[in-house]
């Protein structure tokens, strides 16, 4: 017998249709149900990853609505593989509203959660939506970019301004890798990027390897730092030790000291995390959201 079931769901927001998955439960008690919204990683799509814990999730009798972010996946939006982290929170908040605004859905028990970017994103909206969100959870997120390393070692400097240029006369944004073998032009070339993406969009037929040039200059302003201050409600963070994308030592730096922050530290790195401690990872989600919605 099913535990849940995934219904396609779209909504508005900045002014495209942004396309997403709701996964409902059908084996607990009749709703209103607590419910949660996600968005996807770096570049990525709602069918990498998001899964395995939406669908305990909703077992848990949790809703999770997962995002594809405008421009990626099936979601619309002209200039495609283009990030822009404050655009991405406000789907994250216009997502929200729906949930808020639909009787299927306890409005008083609403909470965010995400991996890597999307992990950003939930620190930013917890911090922001203290009135909505009242449990979040943050695994491996990123805080801040070291600014002088990225852009040196990928070589960007020159080229994004000249992209920058030619956009302004109409010219598509040039791209570049998201994963690639080390010392390929690639955003994320450690970790066992390029194998965990391979195992990862078997089942996301809309991921694309590639990402604007101006979606790095985004990244270097992007800090989260000051806003993982701020969160108030119960927060859940998870780290990878030996992550050489988003740093467990950064993410400590940001937190550390805080009562209302639970934080839990695996072994391994970035993309490691999602390999023998999938299980794990997903299941200390799903108590931690149960327990405080």
């Known amino acids: 017998m099913a535990t849940f079931e995934r219904l396609d769901y779209t909504f508005h927001t900045l002014g495209e249709i942004?396309?997403?998955?709701?996964?409902?439960?059908?084996?607990?008690?009749?709703?209103?149900?607590?419910?949660?919204?996600?968005?996807?990683?770096?570049?990525?799509?709602?069918?990498?990853?998001?899964?395995?814990?939406?669908?305990?999730?909703?077992?848990?009798?949790?809703?999770?609505?997962?995002?594809?972010?405008?421009?990626?996946?099936?979601?619309?939006?002209?200039?495609r593989q283009d990030i822009k982290p404050f655009d991405q929170i406000q789907t994250l908040r216009d997502g929200l509203a729906c949930l808020e605004n639909d009787d299927r859905f306890d409005s008083k028990r609403l909470g965010v959660w995400g991996t890597s970017l999307?992990?950003?994103?939930?620190?930013?909206?917890?911090?922001?939506?203290?009135?909505?969100?009242?449990?979040?959870?943050?695994?491996?997120?990123?805080?801040?970019?070291?600014?002088?390393?990225?852009?040196?070692?990928?070589?960007?400097?020159?080229?994004?301004?000249?992209?920058?240029?030619?956009?302004?006369?109409?010219?598509?944004?040039?791209?570049?890798?998201?994963?690639?073998?080390?010392?390929?032009?690639?955003?994320?070339?450690?970790?066992?990027?390029?194998?965990?993406?391979?195992?990862?969009?078997?089942?996301?037929?809309?991921?694309?390897?590639?990402?604007?040039?101006?979606?790095?200059?985004?990244?270097?302003?992007?800090?989260?730092k000051g806003y993982a201050r701020r969160v108030r409600c119960p927060l859940l963070a998870i780290c990878a030790v030996d992550d050489g994308i988003t740093p467990a030592s950064r993410i400590h730096d940001a937190m550390d000291g805080m009562a209302n922050v639970e934080f839990v530290d695996f072994e391994g790195s970035h993309f490691g995390l999602f390999g023998e401690s999938l299980g794990e990872t997903v299941r200390l989600t799903t108590e931690f959201l149960k327990k405080h919605l």
Request: charged share 15%; net charge negative; glycine share 12%.
């Open 118 to 224: 999307g992990g950003a994103h939930s620190l930013v909206i917890a911090a922001e939506e203290q009135e909505r969100i009242k449990a979040a959870v943050a695994l491996i997120p990123h805080i801040s970019v070291a600014t002088p390393g990225v852009m040196e070692r990928v070589g960007l400097g020159i080229p994004i301004v000249r992209d920058l240029f030619w956009r302004t006369l109409g010219y598509a944004p040039a791209t570049m890798a998201v994963t690639g073998e080390s010392g390929e032009r690639a955003v994320m070339t450690t970790d066992g990027a390029v194998e965990w993406i391979g195992q990862v969009t078997k089942e996301a037929p809309r991921y694309r390897n590639e990402v604007t040039l101006a979606s790095l200059l985004q990244m270097v302003g992007y800090n989260t």
């Open 18 to 79: 942004c396309a997403a998955d709701l996964y409902l439960p059908v084996s607990t008690a009749e709703g209103p149900w607590p419910a949660v919204i996600t968005g996807p990683g770096f570049a990525g799509v709602k069918e990498m990853l998001i899964p395995s814990y939406a669908q305990s999730l909703a077992t848990a009798g949790i809703a999770c609505l997962s995002v594809d972010f405008i421009g990626f996946g099936a979601s619309g939006g002209t200039i």
